[in-house]
Structures are given as C-alpha cells and as structure tokens.
C-alpha cells in the first residue's frame, strides 16, 4: 500500500472501536475517531424503541447529527482509508455521513467495515456508492472483535 493510510471509524458501544484498533495495527494506519458531538446513550441506542434518538436519526431523512471536527489535513494527505462503523438498520449510522458530507473523500482508496452481529455489509456498502459516487469505494467487510491481523491483511490487500 502507499502513502498514508488512516482509520475512521465511528462506535457506539466500543465494539467498532475494537476492530478499528485492530486494522490500524494491521495495516499500520493512523486511528481516527468520529465523535458524536453529543454522545449516544444505552436508551439513544435502543433499536427497539422508535422513539431512541438512533430510530428517529435513522428513519427520518436526511439527518446530520454534529460530530467533533476530524482534521481535514490528516485525511487530505491519506490515499487509503478504512472506514469502520457499526450497522444501523443495515446501513452507515448518520455521524458517518456527517463525515462524508464534511471532507473531500474525492480519489481516495476507501474500503469500508461494518460490526455486526450477523447482518452483511452488502446493503451499507451499496448505499455509501449512490450517496458518494465520487469516492473510489473498494470491497466492505463485516468483522467481529475476534478477527485477526490476517482476516485484515486479506480484506485490504484485495
């Protein structure tokens, strides 16, 4: 892989956090996190309930929630990055599109992954390409926390 390469990688339970950690170390990546401005809570994250702030962010349109600025520059110098989220509803969650709408993704290498307890990435990564046609989307991947260096290695040198 050339040039610089980052993680960016938004979690809510700290799952993502963990596989995000263990794709830095694999492809030896800077670590990046997206950062709600305001945090999720357990009660914003209850899927089950229409009402949790996830639901209404999720299934009301074109919600932006605020996240903490990523440096621009970091990403503007990166030529690969692996952006880590967990699935909501079979997607990105919305603090991802905030970044995405935020900073010039144009050109860049980006290959996706997701945490899940059992959906595929298939539907996110098909969403993440009609949104953002301009970034050079590569193939996503699902991991659980028990993945190794090589499942990495593997996924990112495809």
């Not at 401005?37 to 229409?50: F, G, I, K, V």
Request: with cysteine; glycine share 6%; aromatic share 10%.
């Amino acid at each position: 892989m050339m040039g610089q390469s980052i993680v960016l990688y938004f979690s809510g339970t700290g799952h993502t956090k963990a596989v995000a950690q263990k794709v830095a170390t694999a492809t030896g990546a800077q670590l990046v996190a997206i950062t709600p401005q305001q945090a999720y809570t357990t009660a914003d994250l209850d899927w089950n309930d229409h009402t949790s702030r996830s639901y209404r962010e999720m299934h009301a349109g074109r919600v932006r929630p605020a996240i903490q600025p990523v440096d621009a520059a970091v990403v503007a110098q990166a030529t690969t990055i692996y952006l880590g989220f967990p699935l909501w509803w079979a997607t990105a969650p919305r603090p991802v599109d905030t970044l995405l709408d935020s900073l010039d993704f144009t050109g860049k290498a980006v290959w996706p992954f997701c945490t899940s307890g059992s959906s595929p990435i298939d539907e996110a990564t098909a969403q993440l390409r009609r949104d953002y046609p301009a970034v050079a989307w590569h193939a996503g991947r699902r991991f659980t926390t028990q993945m190794t260096g090589d499942d990495v290695r593997a996924w990112s040198q495809r």
